[in-house]
């Protein structure tokens, strides 16, 4: 049991795995990586408690994962280093620095982890969808629901789906019990190709979340809540390449609504009553977040120091 007064922390449940990245047909470097994992290192770089969930093995890239998730100030949780191997992701990147992906992955998980009940629970990528681990991840979501924020990213893989119909069920319950939502404008047309980012966003809103935020690049990126929609434009940066961007988002997001004192079930109801004011400083802080990380090469998340002096030039620019 959590004493009095103890602070709450973040439980972060996905996948983690070592990016092998291709440019010009040869490989430039092995960077640690996997969407939720990023988000936990990006929240703990931001001085935020975090717990890891995720199955990798007890291997060198395993240990090596293990390291980086310990550097950064995060714990990982006890039985995360089961699988038979650690996951790979080869990516290659094209010439304005995007990522194409060819994953080799082994996802599942086995019971509740030991840890406090938490402040905020965060899922997403392929430990939402791919089998067997997705079913466990999402029962976990309902257990620490009702003492927790949830906050999801489908941030999609289409190169491990082999069942679509099946894959964009879980989406929708993940979604359906979800406080935040963030995805990118490329999620949302292989989800959905029939609607536009904003017609699946407001869908989405009306399945419960209170905030739905969606990332388009160069475009910047729009949320909606329900007292409307807002829209942040892209931070002018040298793109050197974009792993990382949308879990920087994320990881950001997450920690402005923290600063705000919005997560936590116990505050449900006012993050639903946030304002266009305060989601349009909340997505320009998860915005700055991304921008940082794009202009470093890999998935190299920006602490807190440089994200706020960022933040306050912006402010003061």
């Known amino acids: ?7 709450r922390r973040a439980l972060v449940i996905g996948e983690a795995l070592i990016d092998i990245v291709e440019r010009d047909g040869r490989v ?3 960077y640690v990586g996997g969407s939720p994992l990023n988000v936990a290192v990006g929240l703990s770089r931001l001085g935020r408690g975090v717990d890891f969930l995720t199955h990798i093995g007890d291997d060198e890239r395993g240990r090596r994962i293990a390291e980086h998730v310990k550097h950064s100030g995060a714990q990982l949780v006890s039985g995360s280093m089961t699988a038979q191997r650690t996951p790979t992701a080869r990516a290659t990147l094209d010439a304005d620095g995007s990522a194409q992906y060819v994953f080799d992955i082994e996802w599942a998980l086995t019971g509740t982890p030991e840890v406090a009940p938490p402040l905020v629970a965060h899922t997403g990528s392929i430990a939402a969808v791919l089998e067997p681990g997705c079913r466990a991840a999402a029962a976990l979501v309902d257990t620490y629901h009702p003492a927790a924020t949830v906050t999801f990213d489908p941030n999609v893989r289409p190169a491990l789906i082999e069942d679509g119909d099946a894959a964009r069920g879980r989406i929708d319950r993940l979604v359906e019990r979800s406080d935040v939502v963030k995805a990118s404008d490329e999620d949302m047309r292989w ?3 029939s609607g536009t980012p904003e017609q699946i966003a407001q869908t989405w809103l009306g399945l419960g979340p209170s905030i739905v935020a969606v990332t388009m690049g160069d475009r910047g990126a729009f949320a909606l809540c329900a007292a409307g929609a807002v829209h942040v434009p892209a931070l002018q940066v040298d ?11 994320m990881s950001g997001l997450i920690d402005a609504l923290w600063s705000l004192d919005l997560l936590g079930a116990e505050r449900r109801r006012d993050l639903a009553r946030i304002t266009t004011e305060t ?3 909340v997505v320009h802080t998860a915005a700055l977040s991304s921008a940082l990380t794009v202009a470093r090469a890999g998935a190299d998340l920006p602490d807190r120091d440089t994200r706020d002096t960022a933040l306050q030039s912006a402010i003061l620019g």
């Open 191 to 193: 989800i959905d190709a």
């Open 239 to 249: 793109v050197v390449d974009t792993v990382g961007a949308g879990d920087a988002f």
């Open 1 to 7: 049991m959590t004493e009095p007064g103890t602070p």
């Open 279 to 281: 989601l349009t400083e």
């Open 28 to 30: 430039t470097g092995e």
